[in-house]
């Protein structure tokens, strides 16, 4: 249904817009207006909101996947409800070092409890919620160094080291501004603000999203150039003006309404018992 109005509205504006701007610019560019310029300006309207519409449709199927080159998300994702923690321990701000120089390393498991994605990962036994670093219960300080997430795609766990920046005099490690533990020998990603979620970058989103936001250029085009009969200069003028709007102005806001009619209902943040 919102679909249906989405493509009404914008069939109807798109029409009087050419309709209306057109005999216009037609009139003063060209002193006479193309013939039957009334059907021209229907079948164009109804050109450009059809692929308007199956993009906030294609859009409410993945949101923010194939949106405009400004706002998309050159990746995919996969949910986890588990991982290890692997930890540095620390003490007076300078990590512990073993033998061989390297961080001294303990793993916590963290399990998201039931409540969906609100919930917040809980560590087995104790209930700890998960923080990048701080102090453990037991009084030590320590760094999140890496995660290892087992996700059904994967035949073992997979480690993600932490992006940090050294300092080899001090022995200390500090995250970078991105906050991100990265796939060993690979290029998934974690955040550390929000763990349960593998990002995975992908090509064939790129390249998707790169074709559907130029193809909304090739769609103006064409329907000024040979469907209302503006010359191919005039045509493609307005057309990269108008794909400029659309692009910052107009898909915002279709996308958002298309995403608020299937978004889910929200979850009930899950209390862990104490």
Known sequence: MVLLLVFLMLALGLFALFLGGGLVAQGYLYQDPADRFPIRAAVAGLLVAGYLTLWVALDQKKPGRYDTFFNFMPYTTAEFDEFDAIRWSGSGGALKLNENGAPVETVVTFRRPAGGKAAQFAAVGTNEKFEPRGTSPGGGQ????????????????????????????????????????????GARYVEAVQPGTVYVPSTGAVLTALLINFGLLVVWAVALWPVLKFTFTH????????????????????????????????????????
């Open 142 to 185: 320590y760094m999140t160094g890496a995660l290892r997430v087992k996700l059904p795609t994967d035949p073992e766990p997979v480690r993600f080291n932490a992006l940090v920046v050294e300092s080899a005099a001090a022995k200390t490690k500090t995250y970078t501004k991105d906050r991100k533990f990265v796939e060993e020998n």
């Open 235 to 274: 045509a493609l003028l307005f057309a990269g003006a108008a794909t400029v709007v659309c692009l910052l102005a107009l898909m915002p806001v279709l996308f958002k309404q298309g995403r608020a009619a299937v978004a889910p209902p929200v979850e009930a943040q899950a209390v862990a018992p104490q």
